[in-house]
């Protein structure tokens, strides 16, 4: 099974930018869907973005189109996820997984229960 370790969270003011990564260890993660989502406290995990089998392929949630980027380096078994305009509302544990579902090689997973390989998420924090 894959293993997931993410890294790149800290604090940073509002506006600014932050890039999280996903190192993936194990068999190679080139053909799963892969997505991050995050969970604030008190509140329950959400989808934010994610890359189908084709990495051409990606999909956002509403709140963060057009800010954040979902990008993956099948060489270095790696997921990005590039936040810009960061607002203190993104405040929340950020999460990468992996989906072992079958089916289109287009389709992007949105549903957590979509995914059965998680990290143990890392904590960004967006100041005002």
């Known amino acids: 099974q894959v293993q997931l370790v993410e890294s790149g969270g800290g604090l940073v003011q509002a506006g600014k930018s932050l890039r999280l990564s996903c190192t993936a260890s194990g068999p190679s993660f080139t053909n799963n869907p892969m997505g991050w989502f995050r969970q604030a406290p008190g509140k329950e995990r959400e989808f934010v973005a994610g890359?189908?089998?084709?990495?051409?392929?990606?999909g956002y949630a509403d709140s963060v189109k057009w800010r954040f980027l979902i990008s993956r380096n099948s060489g270095e078994n790696t997921l990005y996820l590039q936040m810009n305009f960061l607002q203190p509302e993104g405040t929340a544990g950020y999460y990468c997984?992996?989906?072992?579902?079958?089916?289109?090689?287009?389709?992007?997973?949105?549903?957590?229960?979509?995914?059965?390989?998680w990290g143990q998420g890392t904590q960004v924090t967006g100041s005002s």
């Open positions: 890359v189908s089998r084709v990495p051409s392929y990606r």
């Open positions: 997984a992996a989906s072992e579902a079958s089916g289109s090689y287009y389709a992007i997973r949105t549903d957590l229960y979509e995914y059965q390989c």
